[in-house]
C-alpha cells in the first residue's frame, strides 16, 4: 500500500516525535500539530495508516494515537548512498542502514538512496528524499526506476522501453528526457516507497 503525501507527513510527525510525547497525542492535538482544519479528514487518514498496519487500532481502552511498535531487532536495509534526480552521478556504497516500514517494501530485497536534485519534484520526490527500490533487473513502462547509464552513472527515472530506445523520463516540466539506446540502459531497481524527513 503507498502512502499519500498526506499520510506519510502524519506518519513522520508520529515518528520523529514520540519520544516528547508524555502521552500520545489525540485527533486534536494532532490537528493543532500539523495545522489541520478538519478533525474528519485526520480521522480517515489515521484510518488508512491503522489498515497499512503503522498505527495501533483506536479504541477506548487508551488515549491518543500510537504508533505500531517496531521489533528493536528488526533489520534495517542497506543505504547505498546518493541518486541524482537530476543529471547523473554515481551512487556510492556506504556500510549504513535504515529502518523501513513494511508496507514500503516490496516483494524482492531492497535497498534505499538518498535522492539529490529536483528532476522528480512532480512525482513528489524531492531533493534530500529517501527512496526505497526493489531491486530489480527489468521494469514495466511508466514505472520509476534506479537505472544505471554506460555502466558508469545512476539516476532516478520514470522508463519508458522501446526495441531500438530506451527514454528516461523527468518529472520536471524544464527538464528534457534522456534518450539511450537499450545497450546503454541496465535497470537495477524499481521505486516501492519514499521517506522523507521534516
Same mark, same amino acid.
Given at each position: 500500500? $503507498?502512502?499519500? !503525501?498526506?499520510?506519510?507527513?502524519?506518519?513522520?510527525? %508520529?515518528?520523529?516525535?514520540?519520544?516528547?510525547?508524555?502521552?500520545? *497525542?489525540?485527533? +486534536?492535538?494532532?490537528?493543532?500539530?500539523?495545522?489541520? !482544519?478538519?478533525?474528519? =479528514? %485526520?480521522? $480517515?487518514?489515521?484510518?488508512?495508516? /491503522?489498515?497499512?498496519?503503522?498505527?495501533?487500532?483506536? +479504541?477506548? =481502552?487508551?488515549?491518543?494515537?500510537?504508533?505500531?511498535?517496531? &521489533? *528493536? +531487532?528488526?533489520? &534495517?536495509?542497506?543505504?547505498?548512498?546518493?541518486?541524482? @534526480?537530476?543529471?547523473?552521478?554515481?551512487? /556510492?556504497?556506504?556500510?549504513?542502514?535504515?529502518?523501513?516500514?513494511?508496507?514500503?517494501?516490496?516483494? &524482492?530485497?531492497?535497498?534505499?538512496?538518498?535522492?539529490?536534485?529536483?528532476?522528480?519534484? #512532480?512525482?513528489?520526490?524531492?531533493?534530500?528524499?529517501?527512496?526505497?527500490?526493489?531491486?530489480?533487473?527489468?521494469?514495466?513502462?511508466?514505472?520509476?526506476? /534506479?537505472?544505471?547509464?554506460?555502466?558508469?552513472?545512476?539516476?532516478? $527515472?520514470?522508463?519508458?522501453?522501446?526495441?531500438?530506445?530506451?527514454?528516461?523520463? *523527468?518529472?520536471? @516540466?524544464?527538464?528534457?528526457?534522456?534518450?539511450? =539506446?537499450? #545497450?546503454?540502459?541496465?535497470?537495477?531497481?524499481? %521505486? $516501492?516507497?519514499?521517506?522523507?524527513?521534516?
Amino acid at each position: 500500500m $503507498k502512502l499519500t !503525501r498526506r499520510q506519510q507527513q502524519i506518519y513522520d510527525y %508520529l515518528a520523529q516525535n514520540a519520544e516528547h510525547f508524555e502521552h500520545p *497525542p489525540t485527533l +486534536d492535538e494532532l490537528c493543532r500539530a500539523l495545522g489541520l !482544519r478538519s478533525r474528519g =479528514s %485526520l480521522h $480517515k487518514h489515521i484510518q488508512a495508516l /491503522v489498515e497499512a498496519g503503522l498505527v495501533e487500532p483506536m +479504541d477506548r =481502552s487508551h488515549r491518543g494515537i500510537r504508533l505500531v511498535p517496531q &521489533g *528493536p +531487532d528488526e533489520p &534495517g536495509i542497506p543505504l547505498l548512498g546518493t541518486i541524482a @534526480a537530476g543529471r547523473p552521478i554515481e551512487a /556510492v556504497p556506504q556500510a549504513e542502514t535504515m529502518q523501513v516500514p513494511e508496507v514500503l517494501l516490496g516483494k &524482492g530485497a531492497c535497498y534505499v538512496l538518498k535522492v539529490s536534485g529536483d528532476s522528480m519534484i #512532480d512525482e513528489g520526490i524531492l531533493d534530500g528524499d529517501y527512496v526505497v527500490i526493489e531491486q530489480r533487473d527489468s521494469a514495466r513502462n511508466g514505472e520509476i526506476v /534506479v537505472a544505471l547509464i554506460g555502466n558508469e552513472e545512476v539516476t532516478l $527515472k520514470r522508463i519508458e522501453q522501446h526495441p531500438g530506445q530506451v527514454i528516461l523520463h *523527468p518529472a520536471n @516540466a524544464a527538464m528534457e528526457p534522456m534518450r539511450y =539506446s537499450p #545497450d546503454e540502459v541496465r535497470i537495477q531497481g524499481v %521505486l $516501492k516507497g519514499l521517506l522523507r524527513r521534516y
